[in-house]
């Protein structure tokens, strides 16, 4: 649970590339922030100075009450999903969902516990002995969504998730997420190109273009001041 706030941010690639100028952002705790626009607007960009996976150029980035511009991404307790969910492919469900708190020297007895538990709430139980290539893109999903929760990060990035399932498993993945957020009720920030992913998602949607917010409001006055 933590706030997150930008400051000024900027970021400028190799090349003199200005990908985020000037983004200001107040995003409240337990607040589930969608990030939209097209492509090459600078959402994946923003989302990856927030996880730490790219350097801020210039201005603040605080999580909670810290200001983290120099802090390791495993430090800032925030876990990120990606669109092509990164599973190892030679380990199992449970191992995937276990790695990373086996990496930070987690107890056995409380990994077992926490795996477990995650794997309840997403309802994948009956794959943990699974390798990743005899899931469907749906439980992949889950078990990428399961790898963060086992965390038990304040803040959950989420770029582009479900941009790889078919139209009917992404409407329902939706729901799942929220299900998910308004149970874990903590800070969800979460990045698409699709308008409609957009509105029924966010309780605030952030339009960017060009490397520039346009707009922060609630979807209804999105919807009613486009
Ligand atoms: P979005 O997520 O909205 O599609 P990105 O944040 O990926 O946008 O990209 C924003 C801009 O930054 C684009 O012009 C893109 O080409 C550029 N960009 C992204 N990553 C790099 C990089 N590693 N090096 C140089 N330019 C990059
Ligand atoms: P080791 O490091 O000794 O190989 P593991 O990390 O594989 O041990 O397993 C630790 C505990 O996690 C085991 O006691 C077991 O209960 C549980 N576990 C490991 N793999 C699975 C799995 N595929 N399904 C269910 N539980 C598992």
New binding site residues.
């Given amino acids: 649970m933590a706030k997150v706030i930008l400051k000024n941010i900027y970021k400028v690639?190799?090349?003199n590339?200005a990908?985020?100028k000037d983004v200001n952002l107040n995003i409240e705790d337990k607040e589930f922030v969608v990030l939209v626009?097209?492509?090459?607007?600078?959402?994946?960009?923003?989302l990856r100075m927030i996880a730490g996976l790219e350097e801020i150029t210039s201005g603040e980035l605080y999580i909670g009450d810290r200001l983290c511009n120099d802090v390791a991404p495993k430090d800032r307790d925030i876990a990120m999903v990606f669109q092509n969910y990164a599973l190892y492919p030679h380990m199992t469900v449970y191992e995937n969902m276990a790695f990373g708190l086996k990496l930070r020297k987690t107890p056995k007895n409380e990994i077992d516990r926490k795996v477990r538990e995650a794997a309840k709430i997403l309802d994948i139980e009956h794959l943990l002995d699974r390798k990743p290539k005899a899931l469907s893109g749906g439980q992949r999903q889950r078990v990428a969504l399961g790898r963060a929760i086992v965390r038990e990060p304040k803040v959950f990035l989420m770029d582009e998730p479900l941009s790889n399932l078919d139209a009917k498993l992404r409407v329902q993945m939706r729901t799942e997420i929220l299900k998910l957020h308004r149970r874990l009720n903590t800070t969800f920030i979460y990045?698409t190109?699709d308008q409609t992913e957009a509105m029924t998602m966010g309780t605030r949607i952030v339009v960017?273009k060009d490397?520039v917010v346009q707009q922060v409001d609630t979807p209804k006055n999105i919807y009613e001041n486009p």
């Fill in positions: 690639y190799p090349g590339v990908a985020v626009g097209p492509s090459g607007c600078g959402k994946s960009t923003t990045v190109h960017m490397g």
